[in-house]
């Protein structure tokens, strides 16, 4: 069993900054052998990849929309990820979700960050941007 929380999701105007932190728990996974990733969420959409890293932290993929804004950082010390967002975009506003895969088997493989490579996920912090 993982929980995941998120913190760090406000209003913020277009080209403003934000991080968002996600703590991991858990009573299965003592060790941080696992991958973990961002998703986002717009009401009446499909949820989406933002990005991911692996577990040592070598490996990062973006979405191609947040490539070069965004930034996904772990500190497994503290057992806390972190998505570091600048010049933020309207378009941006979502319901930021974290998630850990244990495997990431597609991910690996393609680097295409997708939902069925996920098994635990957080409540969500929302994030809006004012044009």
């Known amino acids: 069993q993982v929980q995941l929380a998120e913190s760090g999701g406000d209003s913020v105007q277009a080209g403003g900054s934000l991080s968002l932190t996600c703590t991991v728990s858990?009573?299965?996974?003592?060790?941080?052998?696992?991958?973990m990733g961002w998703f986002r969420q717009v009401s009446g959409k499909e949820r989406e990849g933002v990005a991911a890293?692996?577990?040592?932290?070598?490996?990062?993929d973006y979405d191609s929309s947040v490539k070069g804004r965004f930034r996904i950082s772990r500190d497994n010390s503290k057992r806390t990820l972190y998505l570091q967002m600048n010049s933020l975009k309207p378009e941006d506003t979502a319901m930021y979700y974290c998630?850990?895969?244990?495997?990431?088997?597609?991910?690996?493989?393609?680097?295409?960050?997708?939902?069925?490579?996920?098994?635990?996920w957080g409540q969500g912090t929302q994030v809006t941007v004012s044009s």
């Open positions: 998630a850990v895969s244990i495997n990431a088997n597609h991910l690996r493989a393609t680097g295409v960050i997708e939902e069925r490579d996920f098994d635990y």
């Open positions: 858990s009573v299965t996974y003592n060790n941080n052998n696992f991958y």
């Open positions: 890293i692996s577990p040592s932290g070598a490996n990062v």
